[in-house]
């Protein structure tokens, strides 16, 4: 999962839905693997599968209408518990970028931790998403991580979004936290010659 960002410029998958949690996103009986392959599988799994295991028509990852490695949800996904698992499942089916008014604070962390920026944009920019998508499901967004704005490139409306310094660090160099340890390993042992 581990992926360098830059500019990514994608088609979305609109999910206007507010308050979803990590048990929708990834129900509580598939969290026994402690391996993050195959999670991707069951993302939002009770809202694209019926009880007979038949996909559900009309959710909109079953509806080929839609596609592209951003997602765009609506306000405090990610809510609920801390699940890890939850950022698995998004990193897992393909998502690099979710796009919302607000996240939960564990959820986004996980989603950083897991190379899947979270973007938080206003409910107005949020709002306008929607409706453009739904209006040309074909609309590109373009997400500028070294810039850190996103825009809609049907409407040419921009905005700037927030981002850690060092997540941002770690996502344009496809380091998670160990990584980074070991990038800095000489640094750290100078320290810690100088500070016996």
């Known amino acids: 999962m581990k992926q360098k960002f830059n500019i990514i410029t994608s088609t979305c998958v609109p999910l206007p839905l507010e308050n979803v949690d990590t048990d929708q996103i990834i129900p509580a009986r598939f969290l026994k693997a402690t391996d993050k392959e195959g999670f991707g599988d069951n993302l939002f799994r009770d809202w694209r599968y019926d009880k007979e295991n038949r996909p559900v028509a009309d959710f909109v990852l079953n509806d080929p209408t839609y596609a592209g490695c951003i997602l765009v949800a609506g306000k405090n996904f990610?809510?609920?518990s801390s699940r890890e698992h939850a950022a698995w499942?998004?990193?897992?089916?393909?998502?690099?970028?979710?796009?919302?008014?607000?996240f939960a604070d564990i959820h986004k962390n996980n989603e950083l931790n897991n190379f899947v920026l979270p973007v938080v944009v206003s409910e107005a920019f949020l709002q306008e998403l929607?409706?453009?998508?739904?209006?040309?499901?074909?609309?590109?967004?373009?997400?500028?991580?070294?810039?850190?704005?996103?825009?809609?490139?049907?409407?040419?409306?921009q905005e700037h979004f927030e981002i850690n310094g060092y997540k941002k660090h770690c996502l344009m160099?496809?380091?998670?936290?160990?990584?980074?340890l070991i990038q800095n390993k000489d640094k750290i042992e100078r320290w810690e010659d100088n500070n016996q």
Do not use: H, M, W
């Not at 160099?173 to 980074?180: F, H, M």
């Open 78 to 80: 990610g809510c609920g």
């Open 89 to 102: 499942a998004i990193a897992g089916y393909g998502f690099r970028v979710v796009i919302s008014s607000f």
């Open 130 to 157: 929607f409706q453009t998508i739904k209006a040309d499901p074909k609309t590109l967004v373009e997400v500028d991580l070294p810039q850190q704005t996103v825009t809609n490139k049907t409407t040419g409306r």
């Open 173 to 180: 160099n496809g380091l998670d936290d160990i990584d980074y």
